[in-house]
């Protein structure tokens, strides 16, 4: 599965933007579609995922109730809306896909990636 993401710029805080993930080839392998994001300096983080068929979703505490995942299976797209965005917000943002059955939030346990987009959350 090859992906690309895109979507991230510049924005105020509490302000909001929404990042797409496309994907493509193999995608039927992929069971889950998920959003990391990695501050400068600091470790890859799990932010959201999503199931196959979209009936389940996961968040980090840190964005449950501010960010939405969603996906768009007939175009193969995966989209993340971040709403009330603070400065700690800030970082590159990746999709990532794992074709293992099970829900993981471990970045090693995916197996593709796109090669990210930033996010800066300006105070």
């Known amino acids: 599965v090859q992906l690309q993401a895109s979507g991230g710029g510049l924005v105020q805080a509490g302000g909001s933007l929404r990042l797409s993930c496309t994907a493509s080839g193999r995608t039927d392998r992929s069971h889950f579609m998920a959003w990391f994001r990695q501050a400068p300096g600091k470790e890859r983080v799990f932010v959201a995922l999503?199931?196959?068929?979209?009936?389940?979703?996961y968040y980090a505490t840190s964005v449950k109730g501010r960010f939405t995942i969603s996906g768009d299976n007939p175009k193969n797209m995966v989209f993340l809306q971040m709403n009330s965005l603070k400065p700690e917000d800030t970082g590159v943002y990746y999709c990532a896909s794992r074709s293992v059955m099970g829900l993981s939030t471990t970045p090693s346990n995916y197996d593709s990636w796109g090669q990210g987009t930033q996010v800066t959350v300006s105070s």
């Open positions: 999503i199931t196959s068929s979209g009936e389940t979703t």
